[in-house]
């Protein structure tokens, strides 16, 4: 069964717009959680993580929501820019982010100028 | 360039051959991930060491493969007599771990395979 879900496969923005990606998890044990952003024909590449002893993390353009009780999490893009067009994905540790990863399906945005 | 790297870039082999993947991490980081990526998935776990020994392989990984990590640097996966199911990316990621805490991965570009 799937304990990470993104449940919208796509998402298109207008440039300059907020971007919202939201995921949620099933696992109680999951106590990290990471976005990871894939470009075609290249690896995932670290975006923001958020530890469960938070609820909120920023990183520029980026920020991260955690709702523990609610087991969902939301990545936050302000402003939006074209070349953030990418498939996104969401995963949980259990352990921290030097644990194996649970990855959802991805969803992929597009921002259009 | 101090990222991951993998070899090869792509792979295509018939049904019943064996294949070897390498990775080379990032030069300092003592944890290595193997995962693998159909289309429309997330990446999956298959395997990951610390420093060269195996810490933990997923489930779902039949006895056709094996991975190896034999002086705690690079890593190979191995699959024998593979099956049309195993056309994937296969994705290698490493991270620094420390006692205590821990680092994100960092994944290299992906080896794909194609199984005719």
């Known amino acids: 069964d799937q304990q990470v879900k993104q449940n919208s496969p796509s998402l298109s923005v207008q440039e300059g717009r907020i971007s919202i990606l939201n995921c949620d998890y099933t696992n109680s044990m999951f106590d990290y959680f990471l976005w990871y952003k894939k470009y075609p024909a290249e690896g995932p590449t670290f975006l923001i993580s958020?530890?469960?002893?938070?609820d909120k993390n920023e990183d520029g353009r980026f920020t991260v929501f955690l709702n523990k009780s609610a087991k969902h999490l939301s990545l936050h893009i302000v402003p939006s820019q074209p070349g953030d067009s990418a498939v996104y994905f969401c995963?949980?540790?259990?352990?921290?982010?030097?644990?194996?990863?649970?990855f959802g399906k991805g969803m992929k945005l597009t921002v259009n100028p | 360039d101090t990222g991951v790297s993998q070899n090869p870039r792509h792979k295509i082999t018939k049904r019943g051959q064996n294949v070897t993947f390498r990775c080379d991490p990032i030069s300092e980081h003592n944890r290595l991930y193997w995962y693998r990526q159909t289309l429309g998935q997330g990446p999956e776990f298959l395997t990951y060491f610390q420093n060269e020994a195996q810490l933990e392989k997923s489930r779902l990984l039949s006895d056709r493969f094996s991975a190896e990590r034999p002086k705690g640097s690079f890593s190979t996966l191995e699959i024998q007599r593979t099956e049309q199911g195993d056309s994937a990316m296969y994705l290698c990621?490493?991270?620094?771990?420390?006692?205590?805490?821990?680092?994100?991965?960092?994944f290299g570009p992906g080896t794909r395979l194609t199984v005719l």
């Open positions: 990621a490493s991270s620094l771990w420390i006692s205590g805490s821990g680092d994100e991965q960092f």
């Open positions: 995963a949980a540790s259990a352990k921290g982010g030097s644990e194996k990863l649970v």
């Open positions: 958020i530890s469960s002893i938070k």
